[in-house]
């Protein structure tokens, strides 16, 4: 079985390559996922591969580029913190954005079975530019 610290990184590698399936067999069918308050897409908590997988499909629809670039990975246990920078721009205004990021992932039986996103979400809604829904 691979280790926590693995699969997260196998997760980061099938987005840098566009492999979203790859993406969603990493994840447990009941994944929670959860985006910070005022996220642009899906901001608490969401369920389910099938929730993921609409969350990622909303990208390509507000961003003309966005990524994420993992810069350290620490594991304790089932729990992996991932640090790194983030940019993109956004499709409608054209703006760009550059950040910082924390994901907190929890691996079992080799899949991921909760993701938490912190990243300041004021960044992404300048690029937008618009306002978090209230």
């Given amino acids: 079985m691979a280790q926590s610290i693995d699969v997260v990184r196998e997760v980061f590698a099938a987005f840098e ?8 067999e990493l994840l447990d069918e009941d994944v929670e ?3 910070p308050a005022g996220y642009w897409v899906a901001p ?18 507000r961003w003309a580029e966005i990524a ?6 620490i594991e304790a246990g089932e729990h992996v913190i991932v640090l790194g920078s983030e940019h993109g721009t956004a499709r409608e205004t054209g703006r ?16 991921v079975v909760s ?11 300048k690029a ?3 306002q978090p829904a209230d």
């Fill in 33 to 35: 996922w959860i985006e």
């Fill in 128 to 130: 937008l530019g618009g």
């Fill in 96 to 111: 760009s954005f550059r950040g910082r990021f924390a994901n907190v992932f929890v691996v079992r039986s080799g899949r």
């Fill in 44 to 61: 608490g908590r969401s369920r389910g591969r099938a929730a993921v997988e609409d969350i990622i499909a909303a990208y390509p629809d």
């Fill in 115 to 125: 993701l938490e996103a912190f990243t300041d979400t004021a960044l992404l809604w």
């Fill in 68 to 73: 994420l670039e993992p810069e350290t990975f």
């Fill in 17 to 24: 390559r566009g492999d979203i399936e790859r993406v969603l």
